[in-house]
């Protein structure tokens, strides 16, 4: 089966060039980067990288959102499996790329969520987890809401999530050992970062306001289980 690689970026020029250029040296069939609206120098980075490196740059003209970014990205792979890899990580290794890619070419699971393991929470007892930007999943099991994607901003994550658990499909955790993920404490100052925090919170609680078909849908294949 085929793999597109999809990074979404916003304003990560610290770190964009090194998960680019780790990702490219890796063995997927198609890479694809979605920058989103960034106004500092991502766009200049990801420019000079394509100078020497072979993948497919989108260049949204203002920022639209996490979810309309990754609903880009896979409108334009031309992949069976989509693995999504977050644009600000550090320590990004191979075995990363396997652990989260061989439960779904092996139909263990339908969808593989990836936890760093350097974060500000011990990875054992995030609550936060199912947030994770590193995932893999088959293209033809998302595109059923590609629509609702483009408009769930930050809470693209929660939205996917409850339609795959609505949908009964299989979703699998996994510890990505090393991999640094950063905090927006490390990022930013700390003002900004709750200031960033409730705005994500929001958008999260929106999505599923939104999608409440999915969640008592949710309820009822858990209860059916029991």
Not at 156 to 176: A, D, P, R
Request: aromatic letters at 12%.
């Amino acid at each position: 089966m085929r793999t597109t690689a999809i990074i979404c970026a916003f304003n990560e020029q610290d770190t964009i060039k090194n998960v680019v250029t780790t990702i490219l040296d890796y063995f997927f069939d198609e890479v694809i980067i979605v920058n989103d609206g960034s106004s500092d120098k991502t766009d200049e980075i990801l420019n000079e990288i394509s100078r020497f490196y072979n993948f497919k740059y989108i260049a949204l003209p203002e920022n639209k959102g996490k979810g309309f970014a990754m609903a880009t990205g896979i409108e334009n792979a031309n992949s069976e499996i989509i693995v999504f890899i977050d644009a600000d990580l550090s320590n990004l290794k191979d075995e990363h790329f396997w652990q989260l890619l061989i439960p779904v070419i092996e139909n263990e699971a339908d969808m593989v969520l990836g936890q760093a393991t350097e974060t500000l929470i011990n990875y054992k007892y995030n609550p936060f987890k199912s947030f994770t930007g590193e995932r893999v999943l088959l293209k033809k099991d998302i595109l059923p809401i590609i629509d609702k994607m483009k408009h769930s901003r930050f809470g693209v994550e929660t939205l996917i999530n409850l339609y795959y658990q609505s949908e009964g499909k299989k979703i699998k955790y996994v510890m990505l050992n090393g991999l640094i993920h950063p905090t927006k404490f490390d990022k930013t100052n700390s003002s900004q970062a709750i200031m960033e925090f409730m705005k994500e919170g929001h958008q999260i609680a929106q999505t599923v306001f939104k999608n409440y078909d999915l969640v008592t849908k949710t309820i009822k294949n858990q209860f059916q289980i029991l």
